[in-house]
């Protein structure tokens, strides 16, 4: 995990009101004028204390490398095939080093609620 990355998962450390009936609502409001994505925007949540045993960044990467390597079919695929490597990739819309995993990724990918798919098309 890089330091950036653990900056942007402390945010994250919440209670949210479906596990703590306690914590009080809060009504979704704009945030930076409307700038701020919604979608890291955390209503209804209280930050976490050590008593929720949430766990810590270092049991996270104890815990993560315990299991097996995981591997993504496009990071492997796309990048083997020189045809495929014309697809629009995320490597190619941010500087991603070679030797860093996501590279080959299809450039946009949405994985939410309501849709669940890779957003793109092959040429």
């Not at 306690?22 to 949540?45: C, M, Q, R, S, Y």
């Not at 496009?74 to 500087?95: A, C, K, M, N, S």
């Amino acid at each position: 995990m890089l330091p950036d990355q653990e900056e942007m998962l402390l945010p994250s450390y919440v209670v949210h009101v479906s596990v703590d009936p306690d914590v009080p609502l809060t009504a979704k409001a704009a945030v930076n004028g409307g700038d701020e994505d919604p979608d890291k925007v955390i209503t209804n949540a209280r930050k976490a204390t050590a008593a929720d045993g949430l766990l810590s960044i270092a049991e996270l990467k104890d815990l993560f490398s315990h299991i097996p390597k995981l591997r993504s079919a496009y990071d492997e695929g796309l990048g083997q095939i020189p045809l495929l490597q014309e697809i629009p990739t995320f490597g190619r819309r941010v500087t991603v080093p070679p030797t860093r995993h996501g590279r080959w990724e299809p450039e946009y990918t949405s994985y939410t609620h309501y849709w669940k798919a890779v957003l793109g098309q092959l040429p």
